[in-house]
């Protein structure tokens, strides 16, 4: 976006339908890609099970659209994940005129912080999270019942952790952001931890799956990001006096 003028709110409205039109571009490349792959991904996403080497688990497809529609479900999600870092670029380039007094050095630093933030979530929700939480809900069926959910629920179930996992992380980009302009506080976020508990304790029960451990394997790192926040804000407060 140029910032040699200023530009008209028909203008803005240009620039955000170029900026949405290159986001629908890249998205329809990488889930044209990712549907040709799907299998190669769906394996990816079925190793938590497999390592588990379980013989009473099996997925399977109970409609007659099921299978084309778990590639495109595999296809949508992958399109999410590996188009995010593009969709932020963007979005940064796309509000960095709004915010004159933030340097583009400091958007550079945030977009990749950000980015950074997002891969180690999403990480954490496949590594740690989706097999954790598979295990629970396998050991609740009894060794001589075949557990067979369907496919598509379980993709689904998948890319929804990881995503929200991701995304979550990106809460000391948001305080980092907010603190620069002044916003929020280290006194204020400091004075709100004790609110923030309860909240990330209901934020943890609604993102993730109807389990007590689910909930807390999502809970306890946004309280750990929460106080990484609370650094970064209580560092931007002194170099910033």
């Keep these: 976006m140029s910032s040699s003028h200023k530009m008209t709110f028909i203008e803005h409205l240009e620039e955000l339908r170029w900026v949405l039109m290159r986001i629908m571009v890249v998205n329809f490349v990488i889930i044209c890609i990712s549907f040709y792959y799907s299998n190669i991904l769906q394996n990816i996403l079925l190793q938590p099970i497999n390592s588990m080497n379980l013989s009473n688990f099996q997925l399977q497809d109970i409609k007659i659209t099921s299978p084309f529609m778990s590639k495109i479900v595999i296809s949508l999600f992958t399109a999410i994940l590996i188009s995010f870092p593009y969709v932020i ?71 929804w952790l990881i995503i929200v996992c991701g995304l ?7 305080t980092l952001f907010l603190t620069k302009l002044r916003i929020i506080t280290y006194y204020y976020l400091k004075q709100m931890r004790p609110y923030s508990i309860v909240l990330f304790l209901v934020l943890g029960a609604f993102l993730s799956p109807p389990d007590p451990l689910s909930q807390l394997l999502l809970a306890v790192p946004l309280l750990i990001l929460y106080e990484i926040s609370i650094m970064i804000s209580y560092f931007f407060r002194v170099t910033n006096e």
């Design 168 to 174: 979550v992380y990106q809460l000391p980009v948001i």
């Design 89 to 159: 670029f963007e979005l940064y380039r796309f509000i960095h005129p709004v915010f004159s007094q933030i340097s583009k050095t400091f958007i550079f630093f945030l977009y990749v912080f950000s980015v950074f933030l997002f891969l180690i979530g999403c990480f954490f929700g496949y590594k740690y999270l989706l097999p954790v939480s598979i295990t629970f809900f396998v050991k609740l069926v009894d060794t001589d019942v075949i557990f067979a959910p369907e496919r598509i629920s379980y993709i689904f179930y998948s890319y």
